[in-house]
């Protein structure tokens, strides 16, 4: 008996890898498997997926993309060569292709879904306002959202949806104040509408 070489495994084995991170990997090497149907579309460049922000690619002019994704396409003939996972636990090297397999996957998943979008977070700047914003007046109101929130607003739109009853000010005297968490729900709600 040996001690499993997969990265803060230790699991005693008789091969490179244990039996827990031999199913792990096999695991890793069917959800790879699955995505190979996928890759057909961006290998070709027939999928709609958010592109990463990169420089040129338009027309037949030089330095213009080529017609197929080469690296997706040598990522799925890699996909299509790996083995079972008992085949690499035998390989003194398992726990280097247990890591490469599980960095293709992850190539390959990115290539086909496309990169994570990014924006803004309306639910944390939320609550984020909510807790830490006392009521204010218009005045007050108008540049802690442009800061705060990104919300630019005017006093009309303010006094608008307090008119039409969307908005309930906390307080009328000497003059109105609101909920800056309030505010934004109305912005919300009419940015819905």
């Known amino acids: 008996m040996t001690e499993c070489t997969n990265i803060d495994c230790g699991n005693e084995s008789d091969l490179y890898l244990c039996r827990q991170c031999i199913s792990d990997l ?3 090497i069917d959800k790879g ?14 999928d709609n997926v958010r592109q990463a922000p990169t420089g040129g690619g338009g027309g ?21 060569r790996m083995h079972d996972s008992t085949t690499y636990a035998a390989d003194q090297m398992a726990a280097g292709w247990a890591w490469e397999i599980q960095d293709n996957v ?9 990169p994570e979008p990014e924006g803004v977070d309306h639910a ?37 949806w307090a008119r039409r009853g969307h908005l309930r000010p906390v307080e009328r005297d000497p003059q109105p104040t609101y909920h800056p968490h309030e505010v934004i729900a109305a912005w919300h709600r009419k940015e819905a509408s």
Do not use: C
Not at 60 to 80: Q, Y
Not at 106 to 114: D, H, N, Q
């Open 26 to 28: 096999q695991q890793w």
């Open 33 to 46: 498997r699955a995505l190979i149907p996928d890759m057909t579309a961006t290998i070709y460049r027939l």
């Open 60 to 80: 037949l002019v030089t330095g213009s993309k080529p017609p197929i994704d080469l690296a997706a396409l040598e990522l799925r003939d890699w996909l299509t």
């Open 106 to 114: 992850r190539r390959a998943e990115r290539m086909v879904s496309g």
């Open 124 to 160: 944390a700047i939320r609550e984020k306002v909510e807790n830490i914003a006392p009521p204010m007046p218009t005045r007050q109101l108008l540049p802690f959202l442009r800061e705060k929130a990104g919300i630019v607003l005017t006093s009309q739109h303010i006094r608008d």
